[in-house]
């Protein structure tokens, strides 16, 4: 089994910042693809920022230039630094990893953590 699990989140005033991790443990054998999701209620989950396995990055617009996602593949996590947060950001923030968890098989899949609320206040 693979947890993913999520910290960081909470209540900030908007153009403050926060950063959030995520750690996968369990039976890891490889991790590609890490993410990070939003959802607010009502609206699908939507893509805030992806990494690979060796660095290459993926924003969605509304967050270029204000968030960064960066991992630590020894210690397999993912994180996002977010600056310059506006009220629209506030979302419960969930995390993604595509994970290979058995050693005879090279099959990755797809795990979720189970979401850290960011709020940001006017």
């Known amino acids: 089994q693979v947890q993913l699990v999520e910290s960081g989140g909470g209540l900030v005033q908007a153009g403050g910042s926060l950063r959030l991790s995520c750690a996968a443990s369990g039976s890891i054998f490889g991790i590609n693809a890490m993410g990070w999701y939003r959802q607010v209620p009502g609206k699908q989950r939507e893509l805030v920022a992806t990494?690979?396995?060796?660095?290459?990055?993926n924003y969605a617009d509304a967050v270029k230039g204000r968030f960064t996602i960066s991992r630590d593949n020894a210690k397999n996590t993912v994180y996002l630094e977010m600056n310059s947060l506006k009220p629209e950001d506030t979302a419960v923030y969930y995390c993604?990893?595509?994970?290979?968890?058995?050693?005879?098989?090279?099959?990755?899949?797809?795990?979720w953590g189970q979401g850290t609320q960011v709020t940001v206040s006017s």
């Open positions: 993604n990893a595509n994970v290979r968890s058995k050693y005879w098989s090279t099959t990755y899949l797809e795990y």
């Open positions: 990494i690979s396995r060796g660095g290459s990055t």
